[in-house]
Structures are given as structure tokens and as C-alpha cells.
């Protein structure tokens, strides 16, 4: 069983930073992916990022490629996601997410971080 928290997300205004982190618990991380999210209102959850935490691979959605950064400390069982640059489209609830590796995808899911960049 994984239980996974997201933390880090508020207002900020465009062009501006602000870094997420999601903490994991239960099962160990080590041989998992660990990926991040984002819903906005009225639309389709977006793949952001992920990170395979063995090989420390990493992956970005185009709209964020260049500008958010995926990692994780193994010793407490956290990723995060520094995000720069933000523009009124990063607005959304993001969401941490864990792939255990057994074909099923991503099943295990925090609650969500709203993020809101204004203008």
C-alpha cells in the first residue's frame, strides 16, 4: 500500500516559482515511478512529469518541458516538482502519483495541490 500527500501549492503571479513536493509512505519507493499531474477546471488530466526511481529517468509533458524539474530525496521518501516560469495556463490541482510497476500504471493518487498563477 502506498499513501501519497502533495504539499507546496498557492498563488503566485506569472513568471513566477514555486516548488511541490509529495510524501510517500508504506511501501518502499525504490523500485517505483513516481509521477506528477495537473487538472484545471473543465478539462483532462494533464501528464507533467516522472521519474523512474531507480534509474532516476526522467520524463516531462511538452507544455512544461524546459521549465519544471522532477527529483526526489530517497531518504524521506519524497519527489518534487520546482516548477519556474509559470504562466496563468500552469494553473490546475496537481496531483503526485506512483506506478508500482505491475503493468497497472499509475493507481495510487494524493489528494491534490491547487496551483494558481495570476496575472
Known amino acids: 500500500q502506498v499513501q501519497l500527500v502533495e504539499s507546496g501549492g498557492g498563488l503566485v503571479e506569472a513568471g513566477g516559482s514555486l516548488r511541490l513536493s509529495c510524501a510517500a509512505s508504506?511501501?518502499?519507493?525504490?523500485?517505483?515511478?513516481m509521477g506528477w499531474f495537473r487538472e484545471a477546471p473543465g478539462k483532462e488530466r494533464e501528464f507533467v512529469a516522472d521519474i523512474f526511481w531507480s534509474s532516476g529517468n526522467t520524463r516531462y509533458g511538452d507544455s512544461v518541458k524546459g521549465r519544471f524539474t522532477i527529483s526526489g530525496d530517497k531518504s524521506k521518501n519524497t519527489v518534487y516538482l520546482q516548477m519556474n516560469s509559470l504562466n496563468f495556463e500552469d494553473t490546475a490541482v496537481y496531483y503526485c502519483?506512483?506506478?508500482?510497476?505491475?503493468?497497472?500504471?499509475?493507481?495510487?493518487w494524493g489528494q491534490g495541490t491547487q496551483v494558481t498563477v495570476s496575472a
Open positions: 508504506g511501501r518502499t519507493l525504490s523500485r517505483y515511478s
Open positions: 502519483a506512483a506506478d508500482a510497476q505491475t503493468g497497472r500504471g499509475y493507481v495510487y
